[in-house]
């Protein structure tokens, strides 16, 4: 049974470009959540998708966008890159939206 | 924003001792949550405890609970140098899944 699975595992950006990470999540599960883990610190929560459509959101700009296909595979998308922006991207799913998160080991975004 | 704090920020022990690290958070919560990350990889789940819940076990973890206080505990017993990691706690206001995470607490356990 394959975990959450995240790509790219590492990427680097210029500032003002755009970018895409991905996520599987877990086999049986329907809900993926984002979260930005600066360094040093722990995951924010951007944003949770359930049923293709964005159901919670964090404290994070219109920059931060998303999608969930209905293979319940999701992506994250970043435009107009900030150099704030350098991160782990960690991807998690959960059933039904309860309980214990998966995550996936992350995308690291460097935007220089 | 994070939840609440962690502490101590960092602790160092030796092999076969106990490690204990608290948690604080701010609003009232369905259920709180323990994870490990080991060097900047994704977090792996440790337990969950609800907010009726007092104190909770799973083999050499211990969980306490006191929502009074606003504040959880984990105790790692007997520690291995395979413990060494960051250990963070993470509310979950409403049973949805949405994780408000503290700032983690960095074990470094020595042989």
């Known amino acids: 049974d394959a975990g959450v699975t995240q790509s790219p595992t590492h990427l680097i950006k210029t500032r003002g470009q755009q970018v895409t990470l991905r996520c599987s999540p877990k086999?049986?599960?329907?809900?993926v959540s984002w979260y930005q883990q600066a360094l040093g610190q722990g995951p924010q929560f951007i944003f949770q998708?359930?049923?293709?459509?964005?159901?919670q959101r964090g404290n994070f700009p219109d920059r931060f966008s998303g999608h969930q296909f209905p293979n319940y595979s999701s992506e994250l998308n970043v435009n107009a890159l900030l150099l704030g922006d350098s991160a782990l991207y960690l991807c998690?799913?959960?059933?039904?939206?309860?309980?214990?998160?998966?995550f996936g080991e992350g995308s690291r975004l460097t935007v220089l | 924003s994070q939840q609440g704090e962690e502490d101590p920020q960092a602790l160092s022990i030796q092999e076969g001792e106990n490690a204990t690290m608290n948690c604080s958070y701010k609003?009232?919560?369905?259920?709180l949550q323990w994870y490990r990350q080991n060097s900047g990889r994704g977090l792996v789940h440790l337990i969950l405890i609800r907010s009726n819940e007092r104190e909770k076990h799973s083999g050499r973890l211990r969980v306490t609970l006191d929502t009074s206080k606003k504040s959880s505990s984990l105790l790692i017993t007997a520690s291995r140098a395979a413990d060494t990691a960051s250990y963070f706690c993470?509310?979950?206001?409403?049973?949805?899944?949405?994780?408000?995470f503290g700032q983690g607490t960095t074990l470094q356990v020595k042989p």
């Open positions: 609003t009232s919560i369905n259920n």
């Open positions: 998708y359930y049923e293709e459509e964005e159901r």
């Open positions: 993470a509310t979950d206001e409403s049973n949805t899944g949405k994780l408000i």
């Open positions: 086999s049986g599960h329907d809900t």
């Open positions: 998690a799913s959960i059933r039904d939206g309860r309980g214990e998160l998966f």
